[in-house]
């Protein structure tokens, strides 16, 4: 086959043609099937697949893929709607939710939040897992004159890397540690202010929840906080590092 042709796929019972290289994702858009995304951001190319709310089925295949990083293949058969993969959905919405500050009422971005989105979308009302004690200790770093960062609420939806290392080419947010215990942070867990952060503030643009905000809005979010000392640690530089 001409790695030009077109490829033929069917989605849900529909069938279009697309270019080589096309994601199940983009394909299903051709189609005006929605499927639910997180860290996939239509203006960045840079999609890691790290959140895999958008996962969807393949015949033929045994795991269920992540549609906004898998490429079609010619007479593909997807189903992006069954009962196992609105299933699988919905525990991954759940995961993100108990490994997230329920804050939502004096948040930032409450009512403007893309997890709060996603979690009416695949009809989460609850969240069965106990919030984690390690992220009680996370830290709100805000070092910086105009961006603060709320670690306890990142989802690791790489965005924010992405614009801070592949469009604005400034390399200050990064993958730090490993496994359950991996966050987007500055390299050594320094406060932004001892980085070379420039305050673009692009990736507050890009984050879907409130782990990145403007500084403007603390004032707003202090108010609204009962003790905000009591689940959180608030440091200011340079002293964020533990002992
Ligand atoms: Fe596809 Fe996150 S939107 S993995």
Same mark, same amino acid.
């Given at each position: 086959?001409?790695?030009?042709?077109?490829?033929?796929?069917?989605?849900?019972? #529909?069938? /279009?043609? !697309?270019?080589?290289?096309?994601?199940?994702?983009?394909?299903?858009?051709?189609?005006?099937?929605?499927?639910?995304?997180?860290?996939?951001?239509?203006?960045?190319?840079?999609?890691?697949?790290?959140?895999?709310?958008?996962?969807?089925?393949?015949?033929? &295949?045994?795991?269920?893929?992540?549609?906004?990083?898998?490429?079609?293949? $010619?007479?593909?058969? @997807?189903?992006?709607?069954?009962?196992?993969? +609105?299933?699988? +959905?919905?525990? !991954?919405?759940?995961?993100?939710?108990? $490994?997230?500050?329920?804050?939502?009422? %004096?948040?930032?971005?409450?009512? $403007?939040?893309?997890?709060?989105?996603?979690?009416?979308?695949?009809?989460?009302?609850?969240?069965?897992?106990?919030? =984690?004690?390690?992220? +009680?200790?996370?830290?709100?770093?805000?070092?910086?004159?105009?961006? /603060?960062?709320?670690?306890?609420?990142?989802?690791?939806? %790489?965005?924010?890397? *992405? !614009?801070?290392?592949?469009? #604005?080419?400034?390399?200050?947010?990064?993958?730090?540690? +490993?496994?359950?215990? /991996?966050?987007?942070?500055? *390299?050594?867990?320094?406060?932004?202010?001892?980085?070379?952060?420039?305050?673009?503030?692009?990736?507050? &643009?890009?984050?879907?929840?409130?782990?990145?905000?403007?500084?403007?809005?603390?004032?707003? @979010?202090?108010?609204?906080?009962?003790? =905000?000392?009591? %689940?959180? /640690?608030?440091?200011?530089?340079?002293?964020?590092?533990?002992?």
């Amino acid at each position: 086959m001409d790695s030009n042709e077109m490829l033929n796929v069917t989605i849900d019972n #529909q069938s /279009v043609q !697309v270019e080589p290289g096309t994601t199940i994702l983009q394909a299903a858009k051709k189609l005006g099937i929605r499927i639910p995304t997180l860290c996939a951001y239509q203006e960045l190319d840079h999609f890691p697949g790290a959140c895999r709310v958008c996962v969807t089925e393949v015949d033929g &295949m045994r795991s269920l893929v992540a549609s906004c990083v898998y490429p079609v293949a $010619n007479n593909m058969v @997807v189903r992006t709607n069954t009962e196992r993969v +609105r299933t699988a +959905r919905r525990m !991954v919405v759940e995961l993100l939710l108990s $490994n997230h500050p329920t804050e939502c009422n %004096h948040c930032v971005r409450n009512g $403007n939040c893309d997890l709060q989105k996603v979690a009416e979308i695949t009809g989460v009302r609850e969240v069965r897992f106990p919030y =984690p004690e390690y992220q +009680r200790e996370s830290m709100i770093d805000m070092s910086s004159p105009s961006i /603060v960062r709320d670690s306890r609420k990142c989802i690791q939806c %790489h965005r924010c890397v *992405a !614009v801070c290392d592949k469009v #604005q080419t400034v390399n200050v947010l990064t993958p730090s540690w +490993r496994g359950s215990e /991996v966050k987007v942070a500055p *390299a050594f867990n320094l406060p932004l202010l001892e980085t070379n952060c420039i305050a673009c503030g692009q990736c507050i &643009m890009v984050c879907p929840v409130g782990a990145l905000y403007e500084k403007d809005d603390v004032d707003k @979010v202090w108010k609204a906080l009962e003790d =905000p000392t009591k %689940h959180v /640690v608030v440091q200011e530089a340079p002293a964020i590092r533990a002992a």
